[in-house]
């Protein structure tokens, strides 16, 4: 009988793959963002509806970005920007593409 894998090793072994890798991490990211922007919102003091119409969008669309559906990056930055954050875009050096 095969013992079972914990959630990490099959996470660690599926993280081999590239593809599987890229998409793990773009999650990853708009978890992230989503979580800050959630932090952000509830540090100051604000309800969906209260920062969607200082960011001139609609509540729903804080809501999306808010689950992790960020949508474009001029409405990300319209929310970040209501909130009194900056954005600053890197590209860090990963790989190269072998075409």
Do not use: W
Not at 7 to 15: A, D, P, S, T, W
Not at 16 to 26: G, I, N, Q, W
Not at 53 to 75: W, Y
Not at 76 to 89: F, H, R
């Amino acid at each position: 009988m095969r013992k079972l894998e914990s959630v990490e090793e099959h996470l660690q072994e599926k993280l081999k793959d590239p593809s599987f890798r890229e998409a793990y991490e773009l999650e990853e990211l708009k978890g992230k963002i989503a979580l800050f922007v959630i932090q952000s919102r509830i540090k100051n003091k604000l309800s969906q509806r209260q920062l969607a119409k200082c960011a001139g969008i609609t509540q729903q669309e804080v809501s999306r970005i808010e689950n992790g559906e960020i949508g474009t990056l001029r409405m990300l930055c319209k929310v970040l920007y209501a909130l009194g954050c900056g954005v600053e875009i890197s590209f860090p050096k990963k790989h190269l593409c072998a075409a």
